[in-house]
């Protein structure tokens, strides 16, 4: 297994480690939060994932008109 740098924090490199249980991760990738105080937060799209999506919303929005 990769040693932390001095930081606490791993090198930036793929590290794979093989679990006597595996267990199920769920990766989200988000934009914009809502906290529980109703604040919305913005975050930058670095994956750039947000253009696609309103495209598709705008499709599906045309399509619903006609």
């Known amino acids: 297994m990769s040693k932390q740098n001095r930081d606490g924090r791993f090198p930036d ?12 991760v769920l990766i989200l990738y988000s934009t914009a939060v809502v906290t529980k105080d109703g604040i919305v937060h913005f975050f930058e799209d ?3 994932h947000d253009r ?3 495209r598709g919303a705008l ?3 045309e399509g ?3």
Do not use: G, Q
């Not at 490199?13 to 199920?24: D, E, F, H, Q, S």
């Open 52 to 54: 696609a999506l309103e």
């Open 64 to 66: 619903e008109r006609t």
């Open 46 to 48: 670095v994956y750039r």
């Open 59 to 61: 499709d599906r929005v």
């Open 13 to 24: 490199k793929t590290v794979r480690l093989r679990l006597a249980n595996p267990i199920p």
